[in-house]
């Protein structure tokens, strides 16, 4: 009997499995290109500007003369709005995740998931119209005399842009706490409130902190909302109320004129580009770590 | 040590509070997250409600059928919908072969090697960085190296750099979980690796896949800063006719409106909303539907 299995090479199969790792390369590439291009108009940014008046000067004006290339008014507007529309995420997702996985029915979570989802989805720009249309106004009349909601109305737009993404993440965190600790703690007695501040939470911490760390993250990065709600002042204050510019604004404002490729103005647009996704980065590397941990912990 | 007192001491303190007490504290604190849920809840129908009143009283035939103009009364959205729908369309034709092949590569081809691990954990972190820097790298490599200008294919191909790890984690989810049976069985009869993606793997995945691929094309079409990026921000009172036309995008249209003063401008602002929420719910809904179907 002869055997049926032919030996001739199968050139397809080989090919085929050459265009689909060129596909799975892109990514590669797309981060490399990203950082090679950073690096280069970065670098030469800096061969017309000193990176000690970049990086600790107060004044921050590219466009006007006389000109001035400090950096710090642009991350303490940045800092603002994350500050800001962390005070809005972090608690309140933290509380809509602890009802949903510990008060919740089933009836009630199928409700108010999928309305989490639909706050996801809604394009950052939508926030952007709802901080014009209502925040700002409404700041003054219906918030009037509620200090949590003091922040500027960029940050309170970004905060409830964010709040789905911190809710769902703190939900799978405090989902995955096995539930014989629960049981345990109820066994001896523990009331409801006991049991998630003092065993739940502190189980799933690590996952709220990436949770936390990927929010933050994201409103750093956040374009739409900041650039029609927080203004573009570069403006080196802590006073929410003042109209302020973040980088991710400049970025915009920049691109909105238009910049001849090569002057100075058009690299200002990668320098403050490379701090944008320096921080951003390395937010998301400690939060893919940190959740990467605790995934080990619970399997 | 230390710790070890502080805990007997906070259980000391635990006990001697009053029964009733600490129930109140509970139902106090239930009161609160369930506060701060309905708080979420709330918020979208206020911004359902804000977006529907100041936007439909515009929302007609000759809104979705007009150009932008100085007069509000006269502006519409047709360039911006038509451009929209081109950038995405085309968005979908490069990223959704070059996704799934990728997530095929790295679920059934891949080695269990450094590199590997490398592609992985790049995709996790290209997923998190913000869309305003892949406008930065669409802006430097399409528009000007490569000199496409602020073309729907230069809109079409940043938006696809910036889709793709979406695609790809999505559509390995997928992939994965089709039952490790089912390849060997197919390999026990003497299929290729190919005939078993084509034939097996790819046809039980395809429902999760497309659920994926549909909810990252909703997130290209309300992207806006990569977009204004690559310079889409102008007056465009044409449809685009072919890739290396110019274009304008509904996400865009809507930032012009909001950005001016005039009021009228902010109710434009909403009715274009409405058209945008419109397109992204009929594809929110065909994602549905196809994972409906699928798991029947």
């Given at each position: 009997?002869?055997?049926?299995?032919?030996?001739?090479?199968?050139?397809?199969?080989?090919?085929?499995?050459?265009?689909?790792?060129?596909?799975?390369?892109?990514?590669?590439?797309?981060?490399?290109?990203?950082?090679?291009?950073?690096?280069?108009?970065?670098?030469?940014?800096?061969?017309?500007?000193?990176?000690?008046?970049?990086?600790?000067?107060?004044?921050?004006?590219?466009?006007?003369?006389?000109?001035?290339?400090?950096?710090?008014?642009?991350?303490?507007?940045?800092?603002?709005?994350?500050?800001?529309?962390?005070?809005?995420?972090?608690?309140?997702?933290?509380?809509?995740?602890?009802?949903?996985?510990?008060?919740?029915?089933?009836?009630?979570?199928?409700?108010?998931?999928?309305?989490?989802?639909?706050?996801?989805?809604?394009?950052?720009v939508v926030y952007g119209y709802f901080a014009i249309a209502f925040v700002t106004p409404g700041l003054r009349v219906v918030f009037d005399d509620v200090q949590i909601f003091n922040a500027a109305s960029a940050a309170i737009v970004v905060g409830i842009m964010v709040l789905p993404m911190v809710a769902s993440l703190c939900d799978d965190a405090l989902r995955s706490v096995p539930s014989s600790l629960r049981e345990g703690a109820y066994s001896v007695g523990a009331t409801s409130f006991e049991v998630t501040a003092r065993v739940v939470v502190p189980a799933a911490l690590s996952g709220i902190f990436a949770a936390f760390v990927l929010a933050v993250s994201r409103a750093i990065g956040e374009t739409m909302a900041v650039t029609l709600a927080a203004g573009a002042t570069p403006n080196l204050t802590l006073n929410p109320l003042e109209s302020i510019q973040t980088m991710t604004a400049y970025i915009v404002q920049v691109s909105l004129g238009d910049t001849p490729s090569g002057s100075l103005a058009y690299k200002t647009l990668f320098a403050v580009a490379s701090v944008l996704f320096s921080i951003t980065l390395l937010m998301n590397l400690l939060a893919n770590r940190v959740m990467r941990k605790y995934q080990e912990v619970y399997e | 040590m230390r710790s070890d007192l502080a805990d007997h001491q906070s259980s000391k303190t635990l006990g001697a509070r009053s029964l009733k007490r600490r129930h109140l504290v509970a139902r106090l604190f239930k009161s609160i997250c369930l506060g701060f849920t309905l708080f979420a809840v709330g918020v979208l129908g206020l911004l359902i409600f804000q977006v529907g009143a100041d936007g439909l009283p515009w929302l007609d035939w000759k809104f979705l059928n007009n150009f932008p103009s100085r007069f509000p009364e006269r502006a519409g959205v047709k360039s911006a919908l038509y451009g929209t729908l081109w950038v995405v369309s085309l968005t979908a034709l490069i990223a959704l072969p070059t996704g799934v092949l990728a997530a095929i590569y790295l679920e059934d081809y891949a080695?269990?090697?450094?590199?590997?691990?490398?592609?992985?954990?790049?995709?996790?972190?290209?997923?998190?960085?913000?869309?305003?820097?892949?406008?930065?790298?669409?802006?430097?490599?399409?528009?000007?190296?490569?000199?496409?200008?602020?073309?729907?294919?230069?809109?079409?191909?940043?938006?696809?750099?910036?889709?793709?790890?979406?695609?790809?984690?999505?559509?390995?989810?997928?992939?994965?979980?089709?039952?490790?049976?089912?390849?060997?069985?197919?390999?026990?009869?003497?299929?290729?690796?190919?005939?078993?993606?084509?034939?097996?793997?790819?046809?039980?995945?395809?429902?999760?896949?497309?659920?994926?691929?549909?909810?990252?094309?909703?997130?290209?079409?309300?992207?806006?800063?990569?977009?204004?990026?690559?310079?889409?921000?102008?007056?465009?009172?044409?449809?685009?006719?072919?890739?290396?036309?110019?274009?304008?995008?509904?996400?865009?249209?809507?930032?012009?409106?909001?950005?001016?003063?005039?009021?009228?401008?902010?109710?434009?602002?909403?009715?274009?909303?409405?058209?945008?929420?419109?397109?992204?719910?009929?594809?929110?809904?065909?994602?549905?539907?196809?994972?409906?179907?699928?798991?029947?």
């Open positions: 009997m002869t055997l049926l299995v032919s030996r001739k090479p199968r050139w397809g199969e080989a090919i085929l499995r050459q265009l689909f790792f060129l596909c799975a390369i892109i990514s590669v590439l797309t981060t490399a290109i990203v950082i090679g291009i950073l690096v280069v108009e970065t670098s030469s940014f800096f061969a017309e500007v000193s990176v000690i008046d970049f990086l600790f000067g107060t004044q921050w004006r590219p466009l006007l003369e006389p000109k001035a290339y400090g950096i710090l008014p642009l991350l303490a507007g940045t800092m603002l709005v994350v500050v800001g529309s962390s005070l809005v995420a972090l608690p309140v997702g933290l509380a809509c995740a602890v009802y949903l996985s510990e008060y919740a029915t089933d009836r009630t979570r199928n409700i108010i998931k999928p309305v989490l989802e639909i706050l996801a989805g809604i394009p950052t | 080695p269990k090697s450094r590199l590997t691990r490398i592609i992985d954990i790049n995709i996790a972190n290209l997923a998190g960085v913000p869309s305003i820097v892949y406008g930065i790298l669409g802006l430097a490599i399409f528009v000007r190296f490569l000199g496409l200008e602020r073309s729907v294919l230069a809109g079409a191909l940043t938006m696809s750099l910036l889709i793709l790890p979406v695609i790809i984690i999505s559509s390995k989810e997928a992939i994965r979980a089709v039952p490790s049976s089912i390849r060997l069985a197919a390999y026990a009869v003497g299929a290729t690796q190919w005939q078993v993606v084509r034939f097996h793997v790819l046809p039980a995945a395809i429902p999760g896949i497309l659920t994926g691929v549909i909810l990252a094309l909703s997130r290209a079409i309300g992207e806006t800063a990569p977009l204004i990026m690559i310079g889409a921000l102008t007056y465009v009172a044409f449809v685009p006719e072919g890739p290396m036309d110019e274009f304008t995008a509904l996400p865009i249209q809507i930032f012009n409106w909001t950005s001016r003063p005039q009021a009228e401008f902010h109710e434009l602002a909403a009715a274009g909303i409405i058209v945008l929420l419109a397109v992204l719910l009929t594809m929110n809904a065909l994602a549905v539907l196809i994972r409906y179907k699928g798991t029947r």
